[in-house]
């Protein structure tokens, strides 16, 4: 399994892991190192120490990173690669072919090469084309990459499978009491602190609140300095925490307590696969609000779980704060219960666990 961060496995892919590694299976991953590589390693995995730079599609890191790939599937004497993350999938697909190992990507998210222009798009549609060409399964996380995808002729219907994102554990995200009476009001947001996160329009809209709304608190709760080229500094989180108009909470590995403590979760994401946080927070019976675009608005029903606003416009996510702040307390909590129960519907973990388990019983 290679993926461009081991914590990445460890918080979203753990289940199937443990499934796998039930089923009688031999696990290597390989990911750059960080603090959950132990964790992983007691699950019962190798890990293989990949060097790679998230960001961006220079041509000469990934000739690098199918070197790096070719020697890792060779060392570890894999008979089937599992990919997630851009990179590992672009690079580890022309490895694992030259080596005529199958390998089977799930396609994440889009990343910023699909929201820079045409010029990039067009590099990365290639890529995926050169990549893709006769792999057993690729799995996408909504609805709308993988229309895109056959659309472009990425990828071939047969080979395009549909999963509800990571899936989400039930049990470990529980439906917790709505904070009814509850003053102020809170708003949460879980990222990491981009640009192409909608964080800025965040911050933008919760001005606008605040100026009808003077006691509506909006928090901000993710890493500040991610490796990726839209990544928002910290000087300039700081000037919105001097300006009163966003606490910063800083990284959490349990953000439980914190969708338990908030009255409603925000997204205002350009683009995603299927947004974990959002996932959970409805898991957690928690309305969210997000953007109406690919990824966000497979995850709740508009009005029902939550509110959908424009991409890239505060003041279309400030009238969506609106009209969750114009609903009674038991509306919310109706609301967001709606959300728990979309999980239990279409979520369950369970259902990327088998659609793994099919996907390899077909190749063997």
């Known amino acids: ?5 081991a914590w990445n496995i460890w918080n979203f892919r753990k289940p199937v892991v443990e499934a796998l590694l039930a089923d009688g299976h ?7 190192t960080d603090d959950s590589v132990p964790d992983l390693q007691a699950l019962g995995c190798d890990f293989i120490p990949l060097q790679m730079d998230a960001k961006g599609l220079n041509p000469l890191d990934g000739a690098s990173l199918i070197s790096q790939f070719r020697r890792i599937i060779c060392a570890a004497e ?3 690669v599992l990919s997630y993350t851009i990179k590992n999938n672009l690079f580890g697909a022309i490895a694992a072919k030259s080596l005529r190992i199958p390998f089977v990507p799930n396609v994440t998210g889009l990343g910023t ?46 080979q395009a499978k549909l999963l509800p994102g990571s899936g989400i554990d039930l049990d470990r995200f529980p439906a917790t009491p709505f904070p009814i009476g509850a003053k102020p009001k809170t708003f949460l947001m879980i990222s990491r602190l981009l640009r192409d996160k909608g964080v800025v329009e965040y911050v933008d809209a919760a001005r606008l609140i605040r100026q009808k709304h003077p006691g509506a608190k909006f928090q901000l709760l993710g890493a500040i300095g991610s490796e990726n080229r ?41 683009r995603e696969g299927a947004p974990r946080t959002l996932i959970e927070a409805a898991a957690m019976a928690r309305p969210v609000i997000t953007t ?18 424009e991409p890239r416009s505060a003041p279309s996510l400030a009238r969506s704060i609106e009209q969750f702040l114009s609903l009674s307390d038991s509306a919310q909590a109706e609301m967001g ?28």
């Open 113 to 158: 090469a699909f929201l820079s222009g045409r010029v990039l798009q067009t590099i990365a549609e290639q890529l995926y084309r050169t990549a893709f060409r006769s792999l057993p399964v690729v799995f996408f996380q909504n609805a709308d990459d993988l229309a895109l995808f056959l659309e472009g002729g990425l990828v071939r219907s047969d």
């Open 26 to 32: 031999l696990i290597t991953i390989a990911a750059p």
């Open 78 to 80: 894999s008979d089937l």
């Open 337 to 364: 219960l709606a959300g728990r129960h979309k999980m239990a519907r279409e979520f369950d973990q369970a259902i990327v666990v088998e659609a793994y388990r099919s996907a390899i019983a077909s190749i063997f």
């Open 1 to 5: 399994m290679t993926v461009n961060a």
């Open 292 to 309: 109406d675009v690919p990824g966000c608005r497979s995850v709740l029903d508009p009005t029902v779980s939550g509110y959908l606003c």
């Open 230 to 270: 839209t990544s928002v500094g910290a000087s300039e989180v700081a000037a919105w925490v001097a300006e009163d108009v966003v606490d910063y909470l800083g990284t959490t590995k349990d953000v439980r307590p914190f969708i338990e403590g908030a009255s409603c979760i925000v997204l205002p994401s350009y």
